[in-house]
Nanobody
Framework: QVQLVESGGGLVQPGGSLRLSCVAS????????MGWYRQAPGQQRHLVAT???????NYVDSVKGRFTISRDNAKKTMYLQLNSLKPEDTAVYYC??????????????WGQGTQVTVSS
């Protein structure tokens, strides 16, 4: 069982920055693929960025060049650096972890979310 706790959200002006953190409890953090998702009011949850257990990263086009995902396995923590924020980045941001065992069993966990509001 893995528990994920996000923090770092808040209210920021357009063009500003935030750093989100996701701290995991339990063991084996390093073998999980991790990701950030976001959900704006009235919309579905969408993928923002992912980082594999090996450190490979991927971003949705709308955040490329502005957001940076990273992880510190020793601290069991994943980060999302948000720069050049836009009002359309306003959403609840969720942390996700997943892995699939060699036997095909899938494990997936979600955090409770942290609100990011970009407004002047």
């Amino acid at each position: 069982q893995v528990q994920l706790v996000e923090s770092g959200g808040g209210l920021v002006q357009p063009g500003g920055s935030l750093r989100l953190s996701c701290v995991a409890s339990g063991s084996s953090f390093s073998i999980y693929d991790m990701g950030w998702y976001r959900q704006a009011p009235g919309q579905q949850r969408h993928l923002v960025a992912t980082i594999t257990s090996g450190g490979a990263t991927n971003y949705v086009d709308s955040v490329k060049g502005r957001f940076t995902i990273s992880r510190d396995n020793a601290k069991k923590t994943m980060y999302l650096q948000l720069n050049s924020l836009k009002p359309e980045d306003t959403a609840v941001y969720y942390c996700n972890s997943k892995r699939v065992t060699s036997g095909g069993r899938k494990y997936e966990y979600w955090g409770q979310g942290t609100q990011v509001t970009v407004s002047s």
